[in-house]
């Protein structure tokens, strides 16, 4: 048998080789076994070289995955080479505290591919009608519509003015995900951060979402009473939130108009919309992360004007960059590695802390320019 042994080790991978009796693949494999990084080895990515090696092989593999410890990590580990087809009887993880050996895993694996237990991949999962895009003559075609925001002076160095972005495109932009937890709070607080900070425009975020959690990104700042809003103003802008029982979550007509309001009094706002919602507007950035349950969900809902793929930590951004061009037609416009840094961010936004997200932020500000 063809064997690809992903140990992150020389010396280990040859002493599994050798005890297992297969050879070393240079191409396909018909047998793959991946280790979870700990000090001796391993690898960092184990759902990204599991995945491109079954984009790559005529033939599925038998695919052995070395997970260690059933901590929160060795779990999302399992969840995702279980959603890649990987048999579940095929994950190792350690057993009562006791060290995984070479002769655990040569025996595990030799198991595995006596019972022929090949990976079984995902071939189709989404709607069963392809995603329709309609231009703005009504005409559809299967590609999302070029968009053409409005760009204003070109020099992006000049300071704004009274209800003018410097050079940077459309002022009221909407953040929305179509499931939570993909990150979009943390973007578009650091886009606004950006933006107020870097760029000197007077710009407002504007949280829609309920509970509104925008704020704790800034510092978690006293609001006064704006009219129709409760504001507070920071160093990196200012959040703005709807008045407590005036806002259900639902009504994205009186979205706009809110958004509109203060796109009078502000350079640029930026609405953290709710996630999963279907938005008739433009320009809309679309946050996903590298979860499958989140590409699904794109797949049915569709992407905004800029598409952008947050928090990828184990799967190779160029693997889900192959996925995303197979399963809606195009690429991610931005891809943010995750970062462990932009914990610190306690109380500012994480663009001041991560460089990754300052630079997604910077991107995504690019785009919108056009």
Same mark, same amino acid.
């Given at each position: 048998?063809?064997?690809?042994?992903?140990?992150?080790?020389?010396?280990?991978?040859?002493?599994?080789?050798?005890?297992?009796?297969?050879?070393?693949?240079?191409?396909?494999?018909?047998?793959?076994?991946?280790?979870?990084?700990?000090?001796g080895?391993?690898?960092?990515?184990?759902?990204?070289?599991?995945?491109?090696?079954?984009?790559?092989?005529?033939?599925?593999?038998?695919?052995v995955?070395?997970?260690?410890?059933?901590?929160q990590e %060795?779990?999302?580990?399992?969840s995702?080479?279980?959603?890649?087809?990987?048999?579940?009887?095929?994950?190792l993880?350690?057993?009562?505290?006791?060290?995984?050996?070479l002769?655990?895993?040569?025996?595990? +694996?030799? +198991?595995?591919?006596?019972?022929?237990?090949?990976?079984?991949?995902?071939?189709?999962?989404?709607?069963?009608?392809?995603?329709?895009?309609?231009?703005?003559k009504?005409s559809t +075609?299967?590609?999302?519509?070029?968009?053409?925001?409005?760009?204003?002076?070109?020099?992006?160095?000049?300071?704004?003015?009274?209800?003018?972005?410097?050079?940077?495109?459309?002022?009221?932009?909407?953040?929305?995900?179509?499931?939570?937890?993909?990150g979009? +709070?943390?973007?578009?607080?650091?886009?606004?951060?950006m933006?107020?900070?870097?760029?000197?425009e007077?710009?407002?975020?504007?949280?829609?979402?309920?509970?509104?959690?925008?704020h704790?990104?800034?510092?978690?700042?006293?609001?006064?009473d704006?009219?129709d809003?409760?504001?507070?103003?920071?160093?990196? %802008?200012?959040?703005?939130?709807?008045?407590?029982?005036?806002?259900? %979550?639902?009504?994205?007509?009186r979205?706009?108009?809110?958004?509109?309001?203060?796109?009078?009094e502000?350079?640029?706002?930026?609405?953290?919309?709710?996630?999963?919602?279907?938005?008739?507007?433009?320009?809309?950035?679309?946050?996903?992360?590298?979860?499958?349950?989140?590409?699904?969900?794109?797949?049915?809902?569709g992407?905004?004007?800029?598409?952008?793929?947050?928090?990828?930590?184990d799967?190779?951004?160029?693997?889900?960059?192959?996925?995303?061009?197979?399963?809606?037609?195009?690429?991610?416009?931005?891809?943010?590695?995750?970062d462990?840094?932009?914990?610190?961010?306690?109380?500012?936004?994480?663009?001041?802390?991560?460089?990754?997200?300052?630079r997604?932020?910077?991107?995504?500000?690019?785009?919108?320019?056009?």
């Open positions: 048998m063809k064997v690809r042994a992903v140990f992150g080790n020389d010396a280990l991978a040859c002493a599994f080789l050798k005890a297992l009796g297969g050879e070393e693949a240079n191409g396909t494999a018909d047998l793959m076994v991946v280790v979870r990084r700990w000090n080895g391993g690898t960092d990515d184990v759902a990204g070289a599991v995945g491109k090696a079954l984009l790559e092989s005529p033939e599925p593999p038998v695919v995955a070395v997970l260690g410890d059933r901590d %060795g779990e999302r580990l399992c995702e080479l279980l959603a890649l087809g990987v048999p579940e009887e095929c994950l993880f350690r057993q009562g505290g006791r060290p995984v050996r002769s655990d895993v040569v025996s595990f +694996t030799r +198991t595995a591919w006596e019972r022929g237990l090949r990976a079984d991949p995902v071939v189709w999962d989404g709607p069963s009608d392809p995603v329709i895009w309609e231009d703005a009504g +075609t299967g590609k999302p519509p070029e968009v053409k925001l409005p760009v204003d002076p070109p020099d992006a160095r000049e300071p704004a003015r009274a209800g003018m972005p410097a050079g940077r495109g459309a002022k009221i932009v909407w953040f929305v995900s179509p499931v939570a937890g993909a979009q +709070t943390t973007l578009a607080s650091s886009l606004v951060a933006l107020a900070s870097s760029v000197g007077r710009a407002a975020l504007l949280d829609l979402c309920r509970p509104p959690q925008a704790l990104k800034f510092g978690d700042p006293e609001f006064e704006a009219g809003f409760l504001r507070a103003d920071t160093p990196w %802008g200012t959040v703005c939130v709807p008045k407590p029982g005036t806002w259900d %979550g639902n009504d994205a007509g979205a706009v108009k809110m958004a509109e309001k203060l796109a009078a502000y350079d640029r706002v930026v609405v953290d919309a709710p996630a999963g919602w279907k938005l008739d507007v433009s320009p809309v950035v679309t946050v996903v992360s590298e979860e499958r349950e989140h590409i699904i969900a794109l797949k049915k809902a992407a905004g004007d800029v598409l952008v793929l947050n928090r990828v930590r799967r190779g951004a160029e693997y889900l960059q192959r996925v995303m061009e197979k399963e809606l037609g195009r690429r991610a416009d931005a891809v943010v590695p995750y462990p840094e932009s914990r610190k961010a306690v109380g500012t936004p994480q663009a001041l802390v991560s460089d990754d997200i300052s997604a932020a910077g991107e995504i500000l690019a785009r919108l320019a056009g």
